[in-house]
């Protein structure tokens, strides 16, 4: 992986709280954050449509934010998300044990 894989260069806000994310290295992603707004306080203002549709890239596109930088999501963690949504191991998920394999 280069360094780029954590760099977006787009995203853009689809109905029923999804991300659609395009990253510097071209691996793109549709994440859901439906879980995430429901679980964590701190996005509660993201449950108004108005306000989740307001997402854009943030600094050096290192996050997605909203509410004028009030609210961030790391790119990092979105893509670990998105690779996890898609079926994949996400980087930050835990070793499997041998009894689980």
Known sequence: MSKNH???IAVEALPD???RLTYADGQGFEVDLN???G??????PLRAPAV???ARLGDFGQ???WAEGEIELAADN???LGVEQAGGLGAFAA???PQDA
Request: charged share 15%; glycine share 0%; proline share 4%.
């Open 95 to 97: 070793p499997l044990r």
């Open 17 to 19: 709280t999804r991300l």
């Open 35 to 37: 879980d995430w707004i």
């Open 39 to 44: 679980a964590t306080q701190a996005l509660a």
């Open 6 to 8: 954590f760099t977006l």
């Open 63 to 65: 996050h997605v934010q």
């Open 78 to 80: 979105l893509r670990n």
């Open 52 to 54: 989740y549709a307001q």
